[in-house]
């Protein structure tokens, strides 16, 4: 059975730090990836890294703050979140693709966690 579990989420200032991890388990995954939505709005891309070569790939709104990696031996994927503004406030999915090496849109993920809420205050 495949399962994504999203853990790290939680309440903090706005100049502080989260680390979110998802580990997954059932098979073998490729490109992985973080997507937020916050209330209202869709649900977008933050960050993706392949398996093999561990290229990356953020929205711009992160580049600098947030660093993707992950950890093949464990099946785990992670999201250090630094530098938390208001404005990324959203629940946070992680996801997993059984097929496609890499791919920073949603319809290349055919696997995808519960969500784990991150609430950043002003």
């Known amino acids: 059975q495949v399962q994504l579990v999203e853990s790290g989420g939680g309440l903090v200032q706005a100049g502080g730090s989260l680390r979110l991890s998802c580990a997954a388990s059932?098979?073998?995954?490729?490109?992985m990836g973080w997507f937020r939505q916050a209330p209202g709005k869709e649900r977008d891309f933050v960050a993706a890294i392949s398996r093999g070569r561990g290229s990356t790939g953020y929205t711009d709104s992160v580049k600098g703050r947030f660093t993707i990696s992950r950890d093949n031996a464990k099946n785990t994927v992670y999201l250090q979140m630094n530098s938390l503004k208001p404005e990324d406030t959203a629940v946070y999915y992680c996801?997993?693709?059984?097929?496609?090496?890499?791919?920073?849109?949603?319809?290349?993920?055919?696997?995808w966690g519960q969500g784990t809420q991150v609430t950043v205050s002003s």
């Open positions: 059932g098979r073998t995954f490729y490109a």
């Open positions: 996801a997993a693709s059984s097929t496609v090496l890499y791919g920073l849109d949603p319809s290349v993920y055919d696997y």
